[in-house]
């Protein structure tokens, strides 16, 4: 049992909720459902009851050193791998993988994003050490997908292919990126597609060769520095190489090439919080239809707004919206309808174009 | 000429500019039009050159103390009557000419608000000068008459009456508050009615005769102090004695009941800036017709709409509001329509009603 991994990626900056979310304070590290936990926490917790804590790794950026530590006193610094540059997941996992090989060449990982919902952790818990089982037995890259219940198009998709030895878990038969609703739709209807959720299993040396094998070039980078890992020469060596990696996501570098890829099919209830119509989703709603989060309300005439405020004590009156989201943090305010809720990335763009940083 | 006054009264909360209007911080005590300069400060530059700086009285409310002390630092303390509880016009107006009278009895004084633009200042100076010849050679008190361009139905009107002896000064007929828009259209039509400035004049011995006469229960308390004011013992007497005033206006009590009420008729370019409205009109717009104030902005799809930000540095993004009025101060964010300024009272009450004096 003490070869379980968990691997919490947490170095996003989630845009898409700018600015509620901001660069100095991503997503992760906001409580946004309003229960006490950040995501980060609650990914956390959930990783506390599926492996022991020594065995959790948190990878970010620098930036966010401080908010980690702060939000998981329970973690050893050793436990806090920091990104010195956003590369993207590949080299992110790459390092995970080199890191924990050292210290236990015999380990298995789960790797998980840290700003998901996951509703059934029952079933979760389930899905994962049946994972587990499964790439500690098989020379396998194990992805999980999900169930689709609506054409989502914000989605990537796995198609499944030939059935494996074990119950549930099947062959990739290819990756697709975010459809457009017809195919979606097509998608869904055919049993034969699921939501990719981004999270892994494998054991760290399956991964290691499939990013040896598949992309080299991230690989080396790391290979270069093999005897650093598990020592105190290793942040050091992170700090001038890291940045040197290519900027790739891992289902472009591996999962998407490699042969020995496999889907656990799950239905646990889960969400990607990929952007505001996610939360207002499942959040809870005044009679009008109205989510207000951290603040205090006055509305007159309003309907199916989504209200988000950083500031706790804000009182926020609003007479005549109807399905507008209204964002607030300190020195930015967001009103916009929640039809446009994927040019949020736009504006934040066009903001860096105007006004730098400041307001990232 | 040094024995003429100018008393600026400065005590409102001036709900209606709320949430940009604080009772903390009442728009008198806000650059409202970015000129580097606040209503109040604006309202002193007009005094200070139609009497010496030490004829200059303001009078507020205790808790405006060091905000008045800030911005107009050329005011000694005993030029700042600080009223220790909210009684409307009538004591505050009692109050400062028992204060003048006292240190001159053949004082003339000019009482104005100090929350309202003029725009032709050269020409108020004239008209100012020209009132104060008169209620120097008649014992007489004169309101300021402005000649109206539009039916407006938030002012109170004065219908002109007899000529006096003097061009351009008239007996006023009647006062009427704010009429309905059909009244208002007769009135502007018949070339009768002026609007009510509340810029009045009058000698020290005329205000104190009539409100003998016509408001004896605010003149009593007043003249029991009477030897109190102009000596150290004035801000204790006050303090003990003046919350025991009426809560009555200056028209009510006195301007509605005196025989010997003049109106001089000017046209200098006068508002008063009553609510956000007033301040849309007089202020530059963007090509779309958007007013921004004292922030950066990034809109889309926006038109005509009012935007009034406390923290100047904040960025306000919007997309697809048309005439609304957004008011962002701190912890209370208010978002409208133009068309609901009116209710912006009721949305004040509404929110004391819910949460106390947190956010008045």
Redesign the interface.
């Known amino acids: 049992m003490n070869s379980r991994y968990c691997v919490i990626m947490g170095g996003g900056v989630g845009s898409r909720f700018w600015?509620y979310s901001r660069k100095s304070m991503p997503k992760q590290f906001i409580d946004f459902l309003g229960t006490g936990r950040t995501l980060m926490q609650m990914s956390f917790d959930r990783a506390k009851s599926i492996v022991p804590i020594e065995n959790i790794i948190v990878v970010t950026n620098e930036a966010y050193r401080d908010l980690v530590k702060e939000q998981l006193p329970e973690l050893d610094d050793t436990q806090i791998l920091l990104e010195p540059a956003r590369r993207n997941t590949a080299p992110c996992i790459a390092w995970a993988a080199f890191h924990i090989h050292a210290i236990n060449p015999d380990a298995s990982m789960m790797v998980c994003p840290s700003d998901h919902l996951i509703f059934n952790e029952d079933l979760f818990r389930q899905e994962i050490s049946h994972g587990f089982d499964f790439v500690e037995s098989h020379d396998a890259l194990l992805t999980l997908g999900i169930k689709p219940n609506r054409p989502e198009t914000g989605y990537g998709y796995i198609q499944i292919g030939e059935k494996s030895d074990v119950d549930g878990i099947l062959q990739v038969k290819t990756f697709t990126e975010k459809p457009d609703a017809d195919i979606a739709r097509i998608f869904v209807d055919s049993g034969e597609f699921f939501w990719n959720s981004g999270i892994f299993l494998w054991s760290a040396k399956s991964i290691m060769k499939a990013l040896h094998d598949y992309a080299p070039d991230v690989y080396c980078k790391f290979e270069a520095g093999a005897d650093k890992f598990g020592t105190n020469a290793e942040n050091d060596y992170i700090k001038a190489k890291f940045a040197e990696s290519p900027n790739i996501s891992i289902d472009f570098a591996v999962m998407e090439k490699a042969p020995n890829v496999f889907v656990s099919c799950v239905n646990f209830g889960w969400n990607d919080l990929g952007a505001w119509g996610v939360l207002y989703e499942h959040s809870p709603k005044s009679k009008e239809g109205n989510v207000t989060q951290n603040c205090?309300t006055?509305l007159?005439n309003c309907n199916n707004n989504m209200i988000a405020?950083k500031?706790h004590?804000?009182?926020?009156?609003?007479?005549?919206?109807k399905n507008f989201i209204?964002a607030?943090s300190d020195?930015?305010?967001?009103?916009?309808?929640q039809s446009?809720e994927q040019?949020i990335k736009q504006?934040v763009n066009?903001?860096k174009s105007?006004?730098g940083d400041?307001?990232q």
């Open positions: 600015p205090n006055k007159y405020v500031r004590d804000k009182l926020i009156v609003v007479s005549g919206l209204i607030d020195d930015v305010l967001l009103i916009c309808p446009e040019r504006f066009d903001v105007s006004f400041k307001y």
